[in-house]
Nanobody, 113 residues
Framework: VQLQASGGGLVQPGGSLRLSCVASGSIFLMGWYRQAPGKQRDLVAAITSGGSTNYADSVKGRFTISRDNAKNTVYLQIDSLKPEDTAVYYC???????????WGQGAKVTVSS
């Protein structure tokens, strides 16, 4: 499975952004991780093919994950951006039965005035 992410950029605090990630095939779990400079890569949000979601506490209420199974695409809507949201956001996918993990290239998000 190959993942192609898009949608990063420079945004002012309080602004919004939408990240997209297209998978080359259908896959059970899709989501987003982020890695800020000098920090580890952490889960942001994930969604199953059935629509069950999971969010990091730090983004609840501001980030919304969704997916279009027909398009093998996952989206991350980011609202009320804060400078601490600045990071490289990585698309992630995992198969259900064997738990194989796949990563897309990063989408850099910079929140700055």
């Amino acid at each position: 499975v190959q993942l192609q992410a898009s949608g990063g950029g420079l945004v002012q605090p309080g602004g919004s952004l939408r990240l997209s990630c297209v998978a080359s095939g259908s896959i059970f779990l899709m989501g987003w991780y982020r890695q800020a400079p000098g920090k580890q890569r952490d889960l942001v949000a994930a969604i199953t093919s059935g629509g069950s979601t999971n969010y990091a506490d730090s983004v609840k209420g501001r980030f919304t994950i969704s997916r279009d199974n027909a398009k093998n695409t996952v989206y991350l809507q980011i609202d009320s951006l804060k400078p601490e949201d600045t990071a490289v956001y990585y698309c992630h996918a995992r198969t259900k039965l064997r738990g194989y993990n796949y990563w897309g290239q990063g989408a850099k998000v910079t929140v700055s005035s």
